[in-house]
């Protein structure tokens, strides 16, 4: 899965304007924020924690354009608490970030 990094410094452009640092320091506290929600979803012990966890890195990542990102935690949301598999995938797309 494919990453556009210019969709999220094109959101953040169109939220705070033509500031190069700005952007570079949402942009940095976007990636902490999903590395973040990825550990919540590796910690959650069971399947509604599992799902809440997937959920609020999809809100996350809606909210800076990260299409990718919210489209596979949407699907990480009906796996079930652990799939290895999932995980696998988050961390590969959320590590291109």
């Known amino acids: 899965m494919a990453v556009d990094p210019g ?10 304007g033509d500031d ?6 949402l942009r940095a506290a976007f ?3 999903a590395r973040a929600g ?3 979803i590796e910690a ?7 799902r809440a966890a997937a959920w609020r890195l999809k809100g996350l990542a809606a909210s ?9 935690a949407t699907e990480a949301a009906g796996k079930p ?3 290895g598999q999932m ?9 291109r970030l």
Request: glycine content about 6%; cysteine-free; proline content about 2%.
């Open 44 to 50: 959650a012990e069971d399947d509604g924690t599992w």
């Open 7 to 16: 969709a999220i410094d094109a959101a953040l452009a169109a939220a705070v």
């Open 64 to 72: 800076f354009g990260a299409i990718r990102l919210a489209a596979l």
């Open 38 to 40: 990825l550990t919540a």
């Open 87 to 95: 995980v696998k995938q988050l961390r590969q797309l959320i590590a």
């Open 31 to 33: 990636v902490d924020s």
């Open 20 to 25: 190069p640092v700005l952007i570079a320091e």
């Open 81 to 83: 608490a652990g799939d």
